[in-house]
């Protein structure tokens, strides 16, 4: 079957599935102090309708399946939707998004259940600092998790990092250096203006040109050519064991790369992060949807899928007033970041 194209000839093979909205951290840049209201249970898709997704968006080219949230560790029998999942012909790559608080004791009925790899959401090293930027979480639980999981087989390992100007940008090295002797991976995301807008303003977002240039101290980078970049870049310190990612939504238009679909707690198709364009297949489900009209709604969200977003054309701004009509108005944790 020939791959599956956007209007802009963009191959779409990779879609993102957010498990919950609910989390177990209230991190500073995604979610208010006292969290969000959680869409109602009944409102969310069950595994067997996200197994049903995704099995149609399996024959029709999708390959590469991601877990995330909210935190997805704290849905109940992850493993189930995780076997059930492995168990579609044509998925090569089966991976989660943590926090990676619950990963010890999960890390390893996951592998069991076929989960290939794990990307743990790791913002400060300090724990004094981690517990101020997740509001509560615990960084032992965290780095307990990440060793589980590599025992467990889940590799590579990947780190993701948001630095913020005056919170933890002067850990950007100490980041960057676990790429030096460990087979680890280290990606820096662009903190954006998604979810929590009054957190986002222009003096916290560091931007991947500076991030570089810190890590460059430690040695010229090379790039890495991984099985299939997408968005992000990838780049070695030289002789280090480990990757680097660079993951620029702001500072770098990406969106000629953007590879996903991302399938929402609630049951919406949602071709673009940063566009609220969402095509309801829950109710479609519920409404006693064949199969050949998931396919239809999944082929449409594919060609509404838009050429870029136009964000980074009035960024950084000097007040998050006017960034509020640019800002994204769904949390990350209900769209699956
Ligand atoms: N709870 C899991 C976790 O934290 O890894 C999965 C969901 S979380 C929404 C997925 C990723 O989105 C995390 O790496 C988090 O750092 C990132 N994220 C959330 N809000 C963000 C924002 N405003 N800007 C950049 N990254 C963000
Ligand atoms: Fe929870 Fe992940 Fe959002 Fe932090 S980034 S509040 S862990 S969903």
């Known amino acids: 079957m020939s791959p599956l194209q956007d209007s802009y000839a963009r191959v779409i093979d990779y879609l993102r599935i957010s498990v919950t909205d609910k989390c177990n951290l209230r991190c500073i840049y995604c979610m208010p102090s006292d ?22 968006a399996v024959r029709l080219g999708v390959r590469k399946i991601r ?19 492995r168990a579609i012909p044509g998925i090569d790559d089966l991976s989660l998004t943590t926090n990676g608080i619950l990963l010890g004791q999960h890390a390893r009925t996951l592998a069991d259940a076929g989960l290939d790899r794990v990307n743990v959401s790791i ?15 615990d960084l032992e639980a965290v780095l307990r998790g990440v060793q589980a999981a590599e025992k467990a087989g889940l590799k590579p390992l990947k780190i993701n990092m948001v630095p913020m100007r005056g919170l933890n940008e002067d850990e950007i090295l100490d980041f960057a250096r676990i790429t030096i002797d460990t087979d680890r991976h280290v990606r820096f995301i662009e903190c954006m203006p998604v979810g929590s807008i009054n957190f986002w303003d222009a003096g916290k977002y560091v931007n991947t040109d500076e991030i570089r240039r810190i890590i460059e101290t430690l040695g010229s980078l090379s790039p890495v050519r991984m099985r299939k970049n997408g968005p992000s870049k990838y780049y070695r310190i030289h002789r280090a064991k480990g990757v680097l990612g660079f993951i620029s939504a702001l500072s770098h238009h990406y969106c000629g790369d953007c590879n996903r679909l991302r399938l929402t707690a609630d049951g919406k198709l949602r ?38 977003h136009t964000l980074g054309n009035s960024l950084p701004l000097s007040g998050s007033e006017q960034l509020a009509s640019h800002a994204v108005k769904r949390y990350m944790s209900r769209i699956g970041g």
């Open 35 to 56: 969290g969000i209201a959680p869409v109602r249970h009944s409102d969310i898709l069950s595994y067997e309708e996200i197994i049903r997704v995704a099995a149609v």
């Open 67 to 85: 877990l995330t949230g909210g935190e997805p560790l704290v849905r109940k029998n992850l493993a189930f939707l995780i076997s059930s999942l």
């Open 123 to 137: 913002d400060s090293l300090r724990p004094d600092r981690y517990r101020e930027i997740t509001r509560g979480g």
């Open 271 to 308: 071709p673009c992060l940063f566009s609220e364009t969402e095509i309801d297949i829950r109710s479609a489900i519920r409404a006693g949807a064949a199969d050949d009209e998931i396919e239809r709604l999944l082929r449409l969200s594919i060609e509404v899928k838009p050429k870029g």
